[in-house]
C-alpha cells in the first residue's frame, strides 16, 4: 500500500513515518519545497510537494495513495486565531476533498485529547463531548475533527487518534522548554504538583496509529492514547526530568487561583501590546502544569492491542541521547 503521511518533516510525523516503513510500508511523506527532507529519505520515505493550503498540491499529492495519516497541524500556542484556523480547519478540508475525490481507501487523523475540554480530567472516555475553550489551537482542532467525521459520513473511511502532550527524538519545543526553566533554576510548580499529566512518548503513539492502520475494525473509531502509568504526576515527572539532566529539583510552588489571576494578567497585556512571543504564563502552559489530565485508554488497549512498550524513564534517556548527539538544544 502506498501511504501518505503530512507533517512528515516535522516531530510526530517523522514517528509516524519511521514506524510505517520499519512495517515494511511504502511511505510517502508531504513536504513544502522548502522542508528538510534529510531524515525522510534517509529512513526511505519517498517525496511529495505540496501544502495543506494548496489544495490542486494535495489533488496532486493523493493520486495513487491507498491510506492518509493526516498529522501535520499548527500546534503554536500563541498564533493569530486566522492561521490556526487556516491551517488545521481549511487545510484538513482541503486533504479530505483530495482523499475522498481520488479514492483513499483510509484516512486517519491526528487530533487532541484537549477537544474535549479545557479542564480537569479523571479517567476521561472517547465518547466525551466536545468543549470549546476559546483558544485557537484547541478550537480548531475540535472543527477539524468534526470535518473528518463529516466526510466519514460521505464514504470516506476515517480513524481519529487522539494524543496528549508528546515528547521524543526530534522534539524540539516541548521538553527544551522545561529543561530551560530548570537550567536556570525558574520551575515553578503551580498548586501541589500532584495533577496527572497525558504524556506520549512519540514512539509509543506512532505504534498505536501503525496498530490502527492493520485493522479494519478501527474505521469509524476515536481512541484516546496517552500513558497509563497511574504514578505520573507533575512532580514526579519534573523530578524524573531534573534527576536526568542533573539539575536541582525545584521546590517553588504557586497557588492556581494565584496563577489563573497571573495568566490573564500577562496574556492580556501581550495582547494588548501585540507581543509575538509568549508570555511566562499561557492558558496552555496553566492547562500543562496545573489541570488533572487522566484519560481512559483502555478502547485503544483492548481494539488496537495499544500499550506503552516505551517506559516514562526510557522514553527520557532515549529523548536525552539525541539531544546530546543532535546538538538540537544548543
Not at 474505521?219 to 531534573?242: C, P, R
Amino acid at each position: 500500500m502506498k501511504n501518505l503521511v503530512t507533517g512528515a518533516t516535522g516531530f510526530v510525523g517523522s514517528h509516524v513515518a519511521e514506524k510505517l516503513i520499519a512495517d515494511g510500508e511504502q511511505v510517502i511523506g508531504l513536504a513544502r519545497e522548502t522542508s528538510d527532507t534529510t531524515y525522510l529519505k534517509h529512513i526511505g520515505a519517498d517525496i511529495r510537494y505540496g501544502t495543506l493550503t494548496g489544495p490542486a498540491s494535495l489533488h496532486e499529492a493523493t493520486k495513487g495513495i491507498d491510506r492518509v495519516f493526516h498529522v501535520a497541524a499548527m500546534t503554536e500556542e500563541w498564533i493569530p486565531k486566522e492561521i490556526s484556523w487556516k491551517i488545521n480547519v481549511e487545510g484538513t478540508a482541503n486533504l479530505l476533498d483530495a482523499s475522498l475525490e481520488n479514492g483513499v481507501k483510509r484516512f486517519f487523523f491526528v487530533s487532541s485529547l484537549a477537544v474535549m475540554g479545557f479542564k480537569n480530567h479523571y479517567n476521561t472516555g472517547v465518547k466525551t463531548d466536545y468543549a470549546k475553550s476559546h483558544d485557537p489551537y484547541i478550537d480548531s482542532k475540535i472543527e477539524a475533527e468534526k470535518l473528518v467525521w463529516r466526510f466519514h459520513k460521505f464514504g470516506l473511511p476515517v480513524t481519529v487518534l487522539r494524543p496528549g502532550f508528546m515528547y521524543g527524538p526530534r522534539d524540539r519545543r516541548f521538553l527544551k522548554r522545561i529543561l530551560s526553566k530548570l537550567e536556570s533554576n525558574g520551575f515553578m510548580f503551580i498548586g501541589q504538583g500532584s495533577n496527572m499529566l497525558n504524556l506520549n512518548y512519540a514512539g509509543n503513539f506512532a505504534d498505536a496509529v501503525a496498530a490502527a492502520a492493520r485493522t479494519e475494525d478501527s474505521i469509524g473509531e476515536a481512541y484516546n492514547i496517552a500513558n497509563d502509568d497511574k504514578s505520573l504526576d507533575m512532580q514526579t515527572f519534573i523530578y524524573k526530568v531534573a534527576d536526568l539532566w542533573g539539575y536541582q529539583r525545584p521546590q517553588k510552588h504557586l497557588p492556581v487561583a494565584v496563577a489563573k489571576i497571573a495568566t490573564s494578567l500577562m496574556e492580556g497585556s501581550a495582547k494588548l501590546l501585540h507581543k509575538k512571543e509568549p508570555p511566562l504564563l499561557t492558558k496552555t502552559r496553566l492547562k500543562f502544569l496545573s489541570l488533572n489530565l487522566e484519560f481512559d485508554i483502555s478502547k485503544a488497549k483492548e481494539q488496537l492491542g495499544f500499550k506503552n512498550n516505551v517506559n516514562i524513564d526510557d522514553g527520557l534517556s532515549i529523548t536525552k541521547q539525541w539531544i546530546e548527539e543532535s546538538g538540537a538544544y544548543n
